[in-house]
């Protein structure tokens, strides 16, 4: 993981722990530079991620502002890592209900921009927040890349795995959004009634240099799970 990726991460851990609460504001970049024994265009580049993630507003000559958002419950769609706010990474849970190899169809090699037939890893899984089922995901990943991939991991944040033991640079994500209703396999999954509404989440999460890592789709409960996100104006 890039330097300023981890002191993004780092930072958000004590903003939402509620390290800098009580001032509103992060220290200035220098003193972020001491602190992080690191770069200013390093710490710079960390502080344009939580800008960009939702966090924290920067003004001219005065510092950088935490921002007045309080969507603790709700799912950020403007993090790559998980899915989930601090808060509920804490709380949550996963049950895995398969996970195979399997070779690339050609529609889901078309997706990949992988060859068809090319060994896939397919998991699939159920996320819990206290206790109560809020999301059924399933996901591709090419074993080309995540030359492994089990069920001890499977239990845990996989995006962790892939940037940390793997070493691999995470870049950037699009993610579709659509209601649609349940079918009966998930509504049973997520304790609701078949063709209840649901809120359907296609992702594609790339590496650095351009190359798809995941394919993934989560289902998300109509009734547990908010989203929000953060823009920013470019003029």
Do not use: W
């Amino acid at each position: 993981m890039a330097k300023y990726h981890e002191i993004s991460t780092e930072l958000i851990k004590e903003i939402v722990d509620g390290k800098y609460s009580e001032r509103g504001k992060l220290p200035t970049e220098k003193e972020l530079s001491l602190y992080f024994d690191t770069s200013r265009n390093t710490i710079r580049s960390a502080i344009n991620l939580l800008t960009d993630e939702g966090y924290v507003y920067k003004v001219q000559g005065s510092g950088i502002y935490l921002r007045p958002v309080n969507f603790d419950e709700s799912t950020n769609l403007n993090l790559i890592k998980g899915f989930f706010s601090g808060h509920q990474e804490e709380t949550s849970a996963i049950k895995v209900l398969s996970l195979e190899t399997i070779p690339a169809t050609e529609e889901i090699a078309a997706e990949l921009n992988c060859a068809v037939g090319e060994p896939l890893y397919y998991l699939r899984r159920v996320r819990f927040v206290d206790n109560e089922p809020v999301r059924v995901e399933r996901s591709y990943y090419r074993q080309e890349i995540v030359p492994y991939l089990g069920k001890e991991l499977a239990h845990g944040s996989i995006y962790n795995y892939l940037t940390q033991n793997l070493k691999l640079q995470i870049g950037f994500a699009d993610r579709k959004i659509q209601a649609d209703y349940l079918s009966k396999e998930n509504a049973e999954l997520l304790g609701l009634a078949e063709n209840d509404p649901a809120l359907v989440v296609n992702e594609k999460i790339y590496l650095s240099n351009g190359q798809i890592v995941i394919l993934g789709e989560g289902i998300l409960h109509f009734q547990k799970i908010s989203l929000f996100s953060s823009a920013k104006n470019y003029d």
